[in-house]
Every structure is written in structure tokens, then in C-alpha cells.
């Protein structure tokens, strides 16, 4: 079917976790997320993302911004990547310059997205790491 092709497909049994220090961003990714089945959990910053990820053993992707107080993502990537080396982290950042995917695939992410997010985009990069029904 024609119109179908734009969906998510449906992942009801993930838990994304969308560490973000805007609320209004939180809750915008979460909306774009529901259609699909997909839960979240949210995070306002790196160090409660570690925490998530240390209580929370579903949560199965982390979008995490860059820019976040107390712990910024490249930080909280790592000690995520401590406790568990399996989870697929998303790098979201609003300052995409030319040559910013390299150095955040480089650094351990694995792969990125570029702030405004778009549903599209997200819908992308879930379908690329999520396996659906």
C-alpha cells in the first residue's frame, strides 16, 4: 500500500530513551515516537541517562543531545557504553557542521541526527536499528 510507506514500523516491544534537556524536545520526540508503539523514557540530562540505562535493561536505543548539563552526550555515551557495550546510541545535536557525523561515528556513537529533528529523519534512523513485527 502507497500511503503505508512513510510509517515506523510498529516496535512495540523497545524502549527508547531520549536524553534531552528541553522539555519541549522531550515531549515532541516522544509524540513522534507513540504512533508507532515505540515507548520512551526521558532523561534532562547525561547523568540521569546513565542512570536510565543502569535501572532500565529494555531500553534498547539512547538519543542522546549533545549539548546537556552536568554531563554532555559524548560523556554519557561512554559510560553507557561501560555498562552496556550492546545499546545503540544516537548522537542529536542542533550544531551539524560539515564533518560533524565523522567525528561523532568516530567517537562511539552510532549514528546521528540533526537538530531540528524531523519525523522522517527519526523515523529513518529508529527503522535502521530497531527490527519491527
Same mark, same amino acid.
Given at each position: =500500500?502507497?500511503?503505508?510507506? @512513510?510509517? &515506523?514500523? !510498529? /516496535?512495540?516491544? $523497545?524502549? #527508547?530513551?531520549?536524553?534531552?534537556?528541553?522539555?519541549?524536545?522531550?515531549?515532541?520526540?516522544?509524540? =513522534?515516537?507513540?504512533?508507532? @508503539?515505540?515507548?520512551? #523514557? !526521558?532523561?534532562?540530562?547525561? =547523568?540521569?541517562?546513565?542512570?536510565? &540505562?543502569?535501572? $532500565?535493561?529494555?531500553?534498547?536505543?539512547?538519543?542522546?543531545?549533545?549539548?546537556?548539563? /552536568?554531563?554532555?552526550?559524548?560523556?554519557? =555515551?561512554?559510560? *553507557?557504553?561501560? &555498562?552496556?557495550?550492546? &545499546?545503540?546510541? *544516537?548522537?542529536? !545535536?542542533?550544531?551539524?557542521?560539515?564533518?560533524?557525523?565523522?567525528? *561523532? *561515528?568516530?567517537?562511539?556513537f552510532d549514528d546521528y541526527l540533526a537538530k531540528p529533528i524531523t519525523l522522517d529523519d527519526l523515523k529513518s534512523v529508529i527503522n535502521k536499528y530497531l527490527p519491527g513485527e
Amino acid at each position: =500500500m502507497e500511503h503505508d510507506k @512513510g510509517k &515506523i514500523k !510498529t /516496535l512495540k516491544n $523497545n524502549l #527508547v530513551l531520549l536524553a534531552e534537556d528541553h522539555r519541549n524536545n522531550q515531549y515532541v520526540l516522544s509524540k =513522534m515516537l507513540e504512533p508507532a @508503539g515505540v515507548r520512551s #523514557v !526521558t532523561a534532562s540530562n547525561g =547523568m540521569e541517562a546513565v542512570e536510565v &540505562i543502569k535501572s $532500565n535493561k529494555s531500553v534498547s536505543v539512547a538519543l542522546l543531545d549533545l549539548k546537556m548539563p /552536568l554531563m554532555d552526550g559524548y560523556q554519557a =555515551m561512554k559510560e *553507557i557504553r561501560k &555498562i552496556r557495550p550492546d &545499546i545503540v546510541i *544516537i548522537a542529536q !545535536t542542533a550544531y551539524a557542521l560539515q564533518g560533524d557525523r565523522e567525528k *561523532i *561515528i568516530e567517537a562511539g556513537f552510532d549514528d546521528y541526527l540533526a537538530k531540528p529533528i524531523t519525523l522522517d529523519d527519526l523515523k529513518s534512523v529508529i527503522n535502521k536499528y530497531l527490527p519491527g513485527e
